[in-house]
């Protein structure tokens, strides 16, 4: 077991990083700045640091320096600086064991402190492997769903819910394991509250570790539980409790399952112990081809329905493989994260999105703009959002209608390319290089 110094100012990251390591049985403290940094390092012992070389407050090469002083072995990571020069210069003129640039295997990182430190003699006990195969239960029920077409007009499709007792208990474990954990342990555990936390960062922190593994979410104010399976930090997968979000109701709401062929696919599915979309191929209704784009378009509804809860608790299981039978799908987080905030109607993004406010480039993003695509106005309007302007500038200015035009600039804030500075703040980080 290592005590681990994570210094990193992205608090998304720096929390899967502890939360990650907590959970491979290491002792783990987050400090969001340099200066937070060195007074833990002035407070307790670490056996290996963790530090971000672009720092907002004091410069990385400051907190190197006194990290080997005090004979801590030191990892530097960076999203900024990202030549084979740099990552020389992080060891044989900063001391650093090993550079690791951003975005990174999370466990690889851990791998490598391992081996300086040792691993754990003894894991911290895990949730029930049933627990996290419950969720492959709630999209394989095949009982006829009600198509919308049969609603009456005005009426409102139930919310069911498949079974989670199994959920309950590991959210009930959760809770326990957290209240009966060391004070070091407590600092930052392996899950967290939606109150802090959204679920667009937590997506760009899984691609900056690229995590492998699972992001669960359960919103605060109903049953809702909603699992993202991640492979090198992008979505291949998703799954709901929600009965409505099930594919057989996704394939109704889109006008391809008409009520008469409802009985056929559930009866099909339930002699062969088929998937629903397995069933819809077999008898015709869909070709592979449609039926893989109509998962991708189911993945991304269930991941974009959480984006906007402000309540509720998330946990992550890291290197946990994804079930052989489920369909892989490849969705790039940030385009996720983009296409998501555009759906979002107009008078959600009013509230989100404060016209006085004025956006800068993000000094370290997650993505790189090339990465995402995006149409000719809608570059033009990122090329203004240089700081000078207002968002009600960027409205008046772009041929763009409102919506898609804070649509855009929420989506790029959430998806960390851009920020939001105090008036008259510069916001300037301490470089590590001496550049």
Not at 22 to 34: F, I, P, Y
Not at 201 to 212: G, M, P, S
Request: with cysteine; proline share 6%.
């Amino acid at each position: 077991m290592a005590a681990i110094l994570i210094v990193e100012d992205n608090a998304d990251l720096a929390q899967l990083l502890s939360s990650v390591g907590e959970m491979k049985g290491h002792l783990t403290r987050v400090a969001l700045s340099g200066t937070e940094g060195l007074v833990a390092l002035g407070q307790q012992r670490f056996d290996a640091a963790v530090v971000d070389l672009y720092l907002p407050d004091v410069e990385g090469r400051v907190v190197l320096e006194r990290l080997k002083a005090a004979k801590v072995p030191v990892f530097a990571m960076s999203g900024v600086y990202k030549s084979d020069t740099f990552a020389r210069q992080a060891v044989e003129e900063l001391g650093a064991v090993a550079f690791f640039q951003k975005p990174f295997p999370i466990l690889e990182l851990l791998r490598k402190i391992e081996e300086l430190t040792g691993a754990p003699k003894v894991r911290p006990p895990v949730p029930p492997e049933e627990a996290f195969d419950a969720i492959a239960e709630t999209v394989t029920i095949t009982e006829p769903p009600m198509p919308e077409s049969e609603l009456e007009e005005g009426q409102v499709l139930p919310v069911e819910l498949a079974p989670i007792d199994t959920w309950e208990r590991t959210w009930k474990a959760e809770s326990m394991r957290a209240r009966s954990a060391a004070p070091v342990r407590r600092q930052m555990l392996r899950s967290g509250s939606l109150k802090t936390n959204s679920v667009p960062h937590l997506l760009n922190a899984c691609y900056q570790a690229r995590l492998r593994g699972d992001l669960l979410v359960k919103h605060g104010a109903s049953a809702a539980i909603k699992v993202m399976s991640l492979e090198v930090g992008h979505a291949v997968y998703a799954a709901s409790n929600l009965a409505h979000e099930r594919f057989a109701r996704f394939c109704a709401r889109k006008g391809l399952l008409p009520s008469g062929d409802l009985e056929a696919v559930a009866q099909l599915a339930k002699e062969e112990g088929l998937k629903t979309g397995d069933a819809m191929v077999r008898l015709g209704i869909l070709d592979e081809v449609k039926r893989r784009q109509l998962l991708e378009d189911q993945v991304k509804e269930i991941i974009w329905s959480t984006f906007a809860w402000a309540e509720g608790e998330f946990a992550f299981a890291p290197d946990k493989p994804l079930k052989t039978d489920v369909v892989k799908i490849a969705v790039f987080p940030g385009q996720l994260i983009l296409e998501g905030c555009l759906r979002e109607p107009l008078i959600a993004l009013r509230s989100r999105v404060k016209l006085s406010m004025k956006l800068f480039p993000a000094a370290d993003p997650p993505y790189q703009l090339e990465e995402l695509k995006f149409s000719g106005e809608q570059a033009q309007v990122i090329a203004w959002a240089d700081g000078t302007k207002t968002i009600a500038d960027l409205v008046a200015l772009t041929d763009l209608d409102e919506r898609e035009t804070l649509g855009l600039l929420w989506g790029l804030m959430q998806a960390g390319l851009l920020e939001q500075r105090s008036e008259g703040s510069a916001r300037s980080r301490r470089v590590s290089f001496g550049l």
